[in-house]
């Protein structure tokens, strides 16, 4: 049996004479099995090979193993104590089903009990690519480069595939586990897929210049919402967003949106305390919602949409008399706790009707606002950076959304019973 992994070989004795060990992993190619020429009653053997040392340092194993330390198994991880000489061989960055596989042998190697034929190997000098590093990065920028017949380096932690003319994903792609940065753009994908559970480190994720018009729900529920940072969706047909794009995504610091055809943003969109870069330029947008006035970014960019001059106020504001129904009250609740819903748990019709939710400026969510007074904002109040269309300031319209009558009376009086309310309702939502 033989497995690749990166080892640190401790020398147990070195502290006890005043010595450090580097301290330094390696690329290993680690085998059990017995010396050529040995025979079936030849002694069981540890080797190690290396890139520097490809015919390998053995180790005799029958009552040779001190201890095994597999707390971090499922991460690859885990710890072999030789008593003689008084080593350990500090493993990371392994298969974890393999290297189950391979410290059950081990012990049984060390138990001096039976081991099946599968388990063993020759021990012959390792080959060149069972030392390599492997490989963590892969660039294709022409079709005659994307790989047909074979498949992506399973340690990939960069990928980047661009000018491919790929229309849909590559189901390859989903099954890379260490994959932290994916770039796609410059293709022809349409469709989103409906699977993302498997690359569930990923970072970032660039789909720009494509051919998508809609983001699916599976996306927005994946377990992406727990680790994606940045997110380019820039250069396609993107009409709407679903809400919880900025509801469920708690960690997105970058978002770029710039070239497609949307005509509203979310009133979420506002309540993503990570959000630092926001890229909204030449879309359909003439308002942005109130939520937008919490927001505090590092930069933004809304040129290129035909916002209303100077940011107009709506002067009349209708108010609407209703009793919540215990619908609402129940999609309020869902919402402000950010519980996950699809149509395989809730009725396709409650889906639709929690996607419809909307942000009081007190931050509270609502499905009848009581009015929707459309106001100026300073965008320069909301980022330090701002990049407007020429001539067109940095005035835009704000919709906003006034969820009871209670608010619409605070908000009128204004001062500072009116900005705590705002405090509180920010707060019990995040």
């Known amino acids: 049996m033989r497995i690749s992994c990166d080892v640190d070989v401790v020398n147990r004795s070195l502290p006890g004479h005043g010595f450090r060990g580097k301290g330094r992993s390696v690329r290993t190619s680690l085998a059990i099995g017995k010396k050529p020429c040995a025979g079936s009653a030849g002694s069981l053997f540890l080797m190690l090979c290396t890139a520097n040392d490809r015919k390998g340092s053995k180790y005799k194993l029958k009552e040779n193993i001190h201890a095994l330390f597999t707390k971090f198994i499922n991460e690859g991880k885990a710890t072999i104590r030789i008593k003689e000489p008084a080593q350990d061989l500090c493993l990371s960055k392994a298969d974890p089903l393999q290297l189950k596989n391979f410290l059950t042998a081990l012990k049984l190697g060390h138990q001096n009990k039976d081991l099946k034929p599968t388990h063993l190997t020759t021990l012959t000098p390792a080959t060149v690519k069972q030392v390599e590093k492997p490989k963590t990065k892969l660039c294709i920028h022409d079709r005659k480069d994307y790989p047909i017949t074979t498949s992506f380096p399973k340690s990939l932690e960069v990928l980047e595939v661009s000018n491919c003319r790929l229309r849909r994903f590559d189901s390859r792609m989903l099954t890379l ?40 729900k599976s996306f927005v529920q994946s377990c992406l919402s727990e680790t994606l940072h940045s997110l380019d969706l820039s250069e396609n047909c993107v009409e709407v967003l679903p809400r919880q794009l900025f509801d469920q995504f708690k960690r997105l610091v970058r978002v770029n949106l710039a070239g497609n055809q949307l005509s509203s943003v979310p009133y979420s969109a506002g309540l993503s305390g990570s959000l630092k870069y926001l890229n909204l330029a030449r879309n359909n947008l003439n308002s942005v919602p109130s939520s937008f006035a919490t927001l505090r970014l590092d930069e933004i960019d809304l040129h290129g949409n035909p916002f209303s001059e100077e940011g107009t106020t709506d002067p009349q504001e209708t108010p609407s008399s209703h009793f919540p129904t215990l619908l609402e009250f129940s999609g309020q609740a869902v919402v402000k706790y950010r519980l996950r819903y699809c149509p395989q748990t809730v009725p396709s019709t409650v889906c639709m009707f929690l996607d419809g939710a909307m942000y009081c400026y007190c931050s509270r969510p609502c499905f009848r606002p009581y009015s929707q007074p459309m106001e100026p904002l300073n965008i320069h109040s909301i980022a330090g950076s701002v990049m407007m269309s020429n001539g067109s300031g940095t005035v835009v319209s704000m919709r906003g959304v006034v969820c009871s009558q209670n608010c619409s009376q605070l908000r009128k009086r204004g001062g500072g019973a009116w900005r705590a309310w705002c405090r509180r309702g920010a707060k019990e939502v995040r």
């Open 177 to 216: 586990r260490h994959l932290r940065r994916l770039d796609l753009s410059d293709n022809a994908i349409e469709d989103l897929p409906e699977s993302w559970d498997r690359i569930c480190r990923l970072s970032e994720l660039s789909l720009s210049n494509n051919k998508l018009r809609f983001i699916s």
